[in-house]
């Protein structure tokens, strides 16, 4: 037996038009700041399959902007060359951004010691909250056999409470991947650009009153309780004060 086929209402679940180009709520669309820039070394954005986070993303603004950057989604490569979809690489030559312990400058670190950054021909970066970066570190051993790029940024990330972070140095892809290019000799002007263009997603955000999965995960407060007396479809019958 079949029911009435009746009109399923789906008001609570309109979502928020979405922009064709970066895929995200046209709320946090910032593609009215994108601008191609000139850029000498590649970058290789290795993203967790989890980290696809629709709103606060910043590595799609990184792949929009340098017009040498890849970014693969995935959790393992057999080596860098078959990430970058190519033949052999010269992984003297590219160095991966990750925390270095031992480290206590911003420096490149290398089988041999400390090379100069402005010798790097690219970057590889893990995007993803921390557990997700070091799950991708560990998936991929070839990346412990690269150079090393350890940043201590200066400043807070432009996240501020959006995202939760365990360590003040754990800033966004997108910022990590500006102070690299800036350290590796790349024009200031391109950090400058990318900063903006993010501080203007995170405005963007902050203004339409969206939570993000990551930060409402990391709050303890419970939610405030539902406001009754909304659209109620039902029709009142008993209406007559008789
Ligand atoms: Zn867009």
Redesign the pocket.
Known sequence: MRGPKGRSNLAGSVSDPT??????P?VA???DRIVSQPIQRRVLILQHPQEQDAILGSAQILAASLPTAKLVVGLSWPNLGAALGQGEVDLRKWAVLFPDRESTAQQVTGRGGVIPPTSLEGIVVLDGTWSKAKTLWWRNPWLNKMNRMSLRPSKPSIYGHLRAEPRREFVSTLESVAAALTLCGEAPEIEAYLARVFRTLVQRVRDARIIPPAARRSASKPRPPRTGGAASPRTPKDSSGQ
Not at 19 to 24: G, M, N, Q
């Open positions: 922009c064709a180009t970066c895929r995200r046209s669309c910032v593609c």
